[in-house]
T-cell receptor
C-alpha cells in the first residue's frame, strides 16, 4: 500500500531536549512538507522540500530543522530553541515538480508534548 | 485579517440536512483545496478546484474565482461526516490554510 507514515503517534519530551519526528513516504513524491497545528488554528507551514537535498523555510521555521537526504524521508527536528513546541505535527507529500499546484497527501500526525 | 477565512467556525446539524461551508480568500490563487480532518487528526484531501464545480458522492465543491469564494456542500448529511473541514489555497509548493469548520452531525 502506498502512503505516508509518521512515527511515533504520541511523543513526550522534557523541556530543553531536541526531538526528531519521522516522516516517510512510498508514493515516489518529489515534494514533502511539515506543518504545525495548534488547537483551533489552521495548519502553518514549517519547512518544505521540493526535491532531494533541497528545502525551504516556511512561515514558522524558527526553532526547527529538517533534512532531505533521501526522496522518501523528510525528518523534522524540534530543537530546544523552539519556545512552544507542544503541538500536533503533520507531514505531507505531493508529486510536486513544476508550477502547477497538486494534491497533498497527509500522514497521520505526531502529537508532541513537551513537559 | 487571515488570507483564508472560513465560515461558520462551528456547525451542528441533524442527520439528513444539507450542509454548506464557505471559504473566502484574499490572495491570488491557482487552486483551492478542501480537506477533511477526522477526530484522530488524520487529514484527507477531498477536492482540488481551480474553476467551476466538482462532485464526489454526497460532496460538492464550487469555486467562483472572480469573487474569491468557494463552498463545500454535503447532501444528506450523516454522523460519519462529523469532522473538521479545512479550506486551503495556494500555488505550487505552498498553501495557506483556513482555521477549519468543525461539523457535528447528530443522529
Amino acid at each position: 500500500d502506498g502512503g505516508i507514515t509518521q512515527s511515533p503517534k504520541y511523543l513526550f519530551r522534557k523541556e530543553g531536549q531536541n526531538v526528531t519526528l519521522s516522516c516517510e513516504q512510498n508514493l515516489n513524491h518529489d515534494a514533502m512538507y511539515w506543518y504545525r497545528q495548534d488547537p483551533g488554528q489552521g495548519l502553518r507551514l514549517i519547512y518544505y522540500s521540493q526535491i532531494v537535498n533541497d528545502f525551504q523555510k516556511g512561515d514558522i521555521a524558527e526553532g526547527y530543522s529538517v533534512s532531505r537526504e533521501k526522496k522518501e524521508s523528510f525528518p523534522l527536528t524540534v530543537t530546544s530553541a523552539q519556545k512552544n513546541p507542544t503541538a500536533f505535527y503533520l507531514c505531507a507529500s505531493s508529486s510536486g515538480g513544476g508550477s502547477a499546484p497538486d494534491t497533498q497527501y497527509f500522514g497521520p500526525g505526531t502529537r508532541l508534548t513537551v513537559l | 485579517k487571515n488570507e483564508v477565512e472560513q465560515s461558520p467556525q462551528n456547525l451542528t446539524a441533524q442527520e439528513g440536512e444539507f450542509i454548506t461551508i464557505n471559504c473566502s480568500y484574499s490572495v491570488g490563487i491557482s487552486a483551492l483545496h478542501w480537506l477533511q480532518q477526522h477526530p484522530g487528526g488524520g487529514i484527507v484531501s477531498l477536492f482540488m478546484l481551480s474553476s467551476g464545480k466538482k462532485k464526489h458522492g454526497r460532496l460538492i465543491a464550487t469555486i467562483n474565482i472572480q469573487e474569491k469564494h468557494s463552498s463545500l456542500h454535503i447532501t444528506a448529511s450523516h454522523p460519519r461526516d462529523s469532522a473538521v473541514y479545512i479550506c486551503a489555497v495556494g500555488g505550487a509548493g505552498k498553501s495557506t490554510f483556513g482555521d477549519g469548520t468543525t461539523l457535528t452531525v447528530k443522529p
